[in-house]
C-alpha cells in the first residue's frame, strides 16, 4: 500500500541527547513537510523540502536539523538544543501535479523526555 | 489579524443536527483552502479541498466567501462519528506552505 510511514510511534529522549525521527514515503512525491503540535494547539511547520536535496526552515525550525538524500525520505533529528522537545510529531508530503495540493499525513511520533 | 483563525469550541450538538464552523483567513490572494479532520492523538486527515466558491461530498458542504475572507464547513446530519476537531488549512502564496488553524472541536451526542 502506498502511504507515510513514521517511526518510531513513541520516543523517548534523554537530557542533551539527539534523536532522530524517520519519515519515509513510497507515493513518489516531492516535497515533505515536519509538523509540530503541542496539546490543544494547532499545527507548527518545523522543515520542509521541496526537491532532494533542499530544505528551508519552518516557523519553528530552532533545535533541529534534517537532510532529504532520498526522495523517499526526510528524517527528522531533534538535537539537545530543543529544550522542550516533548510534543507529536507529524510527517507529510504532498503529490504532483497542481501546485495547491493538499498534504497528506504519517500517523506521527509521540516525542516525550525521560 | 492572525493568518487563519477558528473558534476553538466545543460545539456540542446531538446527533441529527445541523452544525457550520467558519475560518477567516488574512490573505486576500489565497485562492485554496482545505479542511481536515483530526481524531483525538491521530494525525489530520484531509476531508474537503476547496477550490472555488465550494465543495459538496454528502453530509459536508464547505462554502468560501472571497469578499470576506472567510470559509465555512457545514455538516448536515450529524453522526456520532462525526466528533472530532476540524481544521481550517490555507496555503501561502506561492503554495510552498500551508498554513493550519487551531480547529474547531465537534463532540456529537446521542
Known amino acids: 500500500d502506498g502511504g507515510i510511514t513514521q517511526s518510531p510511534k513513541y520516543l523517548f529522549r534523554k537530557e542533551g541527547q539527539n534523536v532522530t525521527l524517520s519519515c519515509e514515503q513510497n507515493l513518489n512525491h516531492d516535497a515533505m513537510y515536519w509538523y509540530r503540535q503541542d496539546p490543544g494547539q494547532g499545527l507548527r511547520l518545523i522543515y520542509y523540502?521541496?526537491?532532494?536535496?533542499?530544505?528551508q526552515k519552518g516557523d519553528i525550525a530552532e533545535g533541529y536539523s534534517v537532510s532529504r538524500e532520498k526522495k523517499e525520505s526526510f528524517p527528522l533529528t531533534v538535537t539537545s538544543a530543543q529544550k522542550n522537545p516533548t510534543a507529536f510529531y507529524l510527517c507529510?508530503?504532498?503529490?504532483?501535479?497542481?501546485?495547491?495540493?493538499?498534504?497528506?499525513f504519517g500517523d506521527g511520533t509521540r516525542l516525550s523526555i525521560l | 489579524r492572525k493568518e487563519v483563525e477558528q473558534d476553538p469550541g466545543p460545539f456540542n450538538v446531538p446527533e441529527g443536527a445541523t452544525v457550520a464552523f467558519n475560518c477567516t483567513y488574512s490573505?486576500?490572494?489565497?485562492?485554496?483552502f482545505f479542511w481536515y479532520r483530526q481524531d483525538c492523538r491521530k494525525e489530520p486527515k484531509l476531508l474537503m479541498s476547496v477550490y472555488s466558491s465550494g465543495n459538496e461530498d454528502g453530509r459536508f458542504t464547505a462554502q468560501l466567501n472571497r469578499a470576506s475572507q472567510y470559509i465555512s464547513l457545514l455538516i448536515r446530519d450529524s453522526k456520532l462519528s462525526d466528533s472530532a476537531t476540524y481544521l481550517c488549512v490555507v496555503p501561502t502564496t506561492g503554495f510552498q506552505k500551508l498554513v493550519f488553524g487551531t480547529g474547531t472541536r465537534l463532540l456529537v451526542s446521542p
Open positions: 507529510a508530503s504532498r503529490g504532483q501535479g497542481r501546485v495547491d495540493q493538499p498534504q497528506h
Open positions: 523540502s521541496q526537491i532532494v536535496n533542499d530544505f
Open positions: 490573505n486576500s490572494a489565497s485562492q485554496s
